[in-house]
């Protein structure tokens, strides 16, 4: 895949040693002079340290530089979680010769221990001489982040917008405690376009809830979770603005960018060997419709029917059932399996034979359709399966 | 254990080969005329035939006879499923003499496909014919009744009532898809109390929502749960009668019994290797408490974390944030590991250390006190941990 770097966006790693060895855990990202950003955080309420620094900063300033590291989270740490975080953002902001309030700082890794600011200092020198424009810092910063990702999600791609041509290149890290709540675990997309803060966090906000606030491995939400997206405004162009045709033009390839690497997400979600799909169409309201998808998404049993290519739909039907949703009209609901009919109009699909229904889940790729009934609302989910991978990944994950 | 015979009540088992090959799957219980019976059935919307005509006869006449099977949920089958269910009934109502609405049906087992309605044809009238008041009905009940069970649930008590002395017995079975909405998946508990039905349903409702209502296995509420409750009123007695001594007494007893039964049914919750009692205190609301409990109690992250012994603390931590409740006060959080203090009004417990967190989830019994603020609600839920044999049990279910 080609990776296109993004005008004005510097980016630089380094193998600082936070909890791993040789291999990088530290990243710089710089935007030029006059880039808008824009970002959204989880909604955990025990939000990590860098997220609360970080949602004071851009209330206070302009961002122009952001500290990312992994193998810490620098949640559940307390004051002393605060003031290190303070510090690791003066330490950047001193290199730079930037305000402090400047740099937003995001960390993810093991929760519940303390930061070494040491490594920081020692490293972020060396790091922001090294800042590059280049694809293969993009590349280098997408693999720094990870942790137990088992590989770097990274996309990137054109569009033209006004005559323009603009690049679009995000990366994400995230591949368990994946049940994003405004955003997943650390996003960053950067574009060289010309659009100002306040069009920019409405792009994002439209994008983030139907890419990474769609998808679940384990239902549970992060305390780090952040998305930032950058722009840096390099291109000879006008402002992209709210309503305009540049802004839909925009808006479909971002969310593209953003839906591709929610569902690299999932691909590579702890012990995954499915990639499920649940489509549910026809609820009351939206909220309806993905409590059903999130019920049917995250509940253990489906998971597991999966992981074994067991068409095990009595245990879909289960889980619909039990949705929190007020009214459920049982005699409408459809139910397909890789587009097998499974349940047509609440009861078991006459032509259903169990030999369609072991063909359906026998591949990687799942696509469960729920119909509840005749309104236009629809939603789609992604989510994983649980296999015995996922349990000795997370048994063994701080030994 | 001894199990106190219930005057009145009267049981048999067969194997009838509805799925399993040499054990018994199908059980016959029958009370004496002039008894008493409550129920609670599952909230699930797709609840299983038996639970649909069960909740029909029950309006239509006094229970005499209960038909129960394990193997086979009849579940998720439809219009058929119901013809079975009721042709089954009708069975048993023939070699009984009764009407058939005096017959409740109960089904455990497999979701989505039919009963096989001649096996129970050949298997009833010789488990008629050895209905017994004796322990050893009660003891080859429980075991016929179970599934994914490993030990049968079964427990009886004697209280001193008004001077009289009655016994309480009970059955359970359950071991996966369990999170009880109601009741859990078959449980049935009798007593030779004079009691009657209003009192008794009331007692039952009282006694439900503090045992079978507070597991957790894996959030997936059946679409079986049923729990019935029957007083033979055998013993000589003044009827128990709601407000009095004796109705506090009988409460008391019966609680007892049935929490033990819904701890046995976590004990052994599919693949567990521990038992986690989950305290939630201080929250705005009983609804709060509970919502917090739940969604420690079900993180996959903390389950497959006390699995390995770990005290991850961090990912309690991220469970309670991200619970769904209006507010909560970080700052007045406690929360601790077998009495190891690990948050303390939300910040990391000063005096903690790895070594004490270590020694606190070691052993089998782990207690987990959430403390939300100063209120005096408080809830408790029982739950079991995330295994490597979990995933295997519900991999390889239908194989």
């Not at 323009?164 to 376009?193: Q, W, Y």
């Not at 769609?214 to 162009?237: E, F, Q, W, Y």
């Not at 139910?335 to 063909?359: C, F, H, K, W």
């Amino acid at each position: 895949m080609t990776v296109y770097p993004v005008k004005g966006i510097r980016l630089a790693s380094a193998a600082a040693g936070i909890c791993y060895k040789d291999r990088d855990d530290l990243v710089v990202i710089e935007c030029q002079a006059g880039s808008s950003c824009a970002t959204v955080f989880t909604q955990n309420k025990f939000s990590a340290a860098p997220v609360q620094l970080a949602k004071v900063h851009i209330t206070q300033s302009i961002p122009r530089a952001f500290l990312v590291n992994s193998g810490n989270a620098n949640a559940g740490t307390g004051e002393k979680g605060m003031k290190n975080a303070v510090q690791c953002c003066e330490l950047l902001a001193g290199v730079l010769g930037c305000d402090v309030s400047e740099v937003l700082p995001y960390s993810t890794g093991v929760i519940g221990e303390q930061i070494p600011v040491q490594v920081f200092e020692t490293a972020i020198p060396g790091c922001v001489k090294r800042l590059s424009e280049e694809a293969n810092a993009w590349e280098r910063a997408a693999k720094a982040i990870m942790t137990t990702d088992t590989v770097p999600k990274l996309l990137s791609r054109k569009a033209g917008i006004a005559g323009c041509e603009v690049s679009i290149t995000g990366m994400a890290k995230g591949a368990g405690m994946i049940r994003p709540d405004m955003a997943t675990m650390l996003a960053f997309i950067a574009t060289d376009a010309v659009i100002e803060q306040t069009t920019l966090q409405q792009l994002l906000n439209e994008a983030t809830r139907i890419s990474f606030n769609r998808i679940t491995v384990d239902g549970d939400t992060s305390t780090n979770d952040a998305c930032t997206l950058l722009a840096s405004g390099a291109v000879d162009m006008e402002p992209v603005v709210a309503g305009s045709t540049e802004y839909a033009q925009f808006s479909t390839v971002l969310t593209t960018v953003m839906q591709d690497l929610a569902q690299a997400i999932i691909r590579d979600a702890e012990g995954a060997t499915k990639f499920i799909t649940i489509n549910v169409a026809g609820g009351k309201s939206e909220a309806d419709c993905l409590a059903v998808a999130y019920t049917v998404a995250e509940s253990p049993l489906v998971k597991t029917a999966l992981f074994a290519s067991d068409p095990n739909w009595g245990r879909i039907l289960a889980a619909v059932g039990r949705a929190p949703v007020s009214t459920l009209d049982i005699n409408q609901v459809n139910i397909r399996l890789n587009g097998v009919a499974i349940v047509t109009a609440g009861e078991p699909d006459s032509a259903y034979t169990e030999e369609a229904g072991m063909q359906a889940v026998a591949g990687t790729d799942i696509t469960v359709d729920i119909e509840l009934g005749g309104s236009a609302e629809a939603v789609t989910v992604w989510t994983s399966d649980l296999s015995h991978e996922y349990v000795r990944i997370n048994a063994e994950y701080r030994t």
